[in-house]
């Protein structure tokens, strides 16, 4: 089953509020602790940077670093205005989630490239097969065998 853009992109949106819900489960339990671990690592980076089609692994890639820097910036921040408890941090991080999947993502130019030279290899590709097979004599299905392009 493929996933569309807006079915990921609302995924997201609600990762973060279905962590916030799972700290009021009893402490220790990894039913608690593996959501808002997922989420605080992933969530907010993924949502920033929307994964396109054959950027995937470069978006995961940077997705970490990003969310765990919002993350610290996020308590850092609560910390120093005396106001950090996990509910609050949590709360903060789902809100800005949700707002940056409402978004458009930020561009990924690498994956962007590789997704554009993996069709323009394809075409490249086509077009020698159509030419090796006009060599050796053999035309393609499209064009009659007597005439040349």
Same mark, same amino acid.
């Not at 997922?38 to 907010?44: C, D, S």
């Given at each position: 089953m493929q996933l569309t853009r807006t079915q990921i992109r609302v995924?997201? /949106?609600v990762s973060g509020w279905l962590a916030l819900a799972a700290t009021a !489960? $009893? %402490?220790?339990?990894?039913?608690?602790w593996l959501p808002v671990l %997922? &989420? #605080? =690592?992933?969530? $907010?980076g993924l949502a920033l940077l929307a994964p396109r089609p054959g950027a995937r692994l470069e978006a995961v890639a940077l997705a970490a670093p990003l969310s765990l820097a919002l993350a610290t910036l996020t308590a850092t921040s609560l910390f120093l205005l005396e106001a950090f408890s996990v509910a609050v941090f949590l709360g903060a !991080? /789902? =809100? &800005? @989630? @949700? /707002?940056? =999947? =409402? !978004? $458009? %993502?930020a561009p990924l130019p690498l994956g962007a490239r590789a997704a554009e030279e993996a069709r323009g290899?394809? @075409? @490249?590709r086509d077009a020698e097969t159509t030419r090796d097979a006009e060599t050796r004599g053999m035309a393609p299905p499209? #064009? $009659?065998?007597?005439?040349?392009r």
């Open positions: 995924g997201l /949106a !489960l $009893p %402490g220790g339990s990894p039913l608690r %997922g &989420f #605080v =690592a992933f969530g $907010p !991080l /789902a =809100a &800005f @989630t @949700t /707002a940056a =999947a =409402a !978004l $458009p %993502g290899a394809e @075409t @490249t499209e #064009v $009659p065998s007597g005439s040349s």
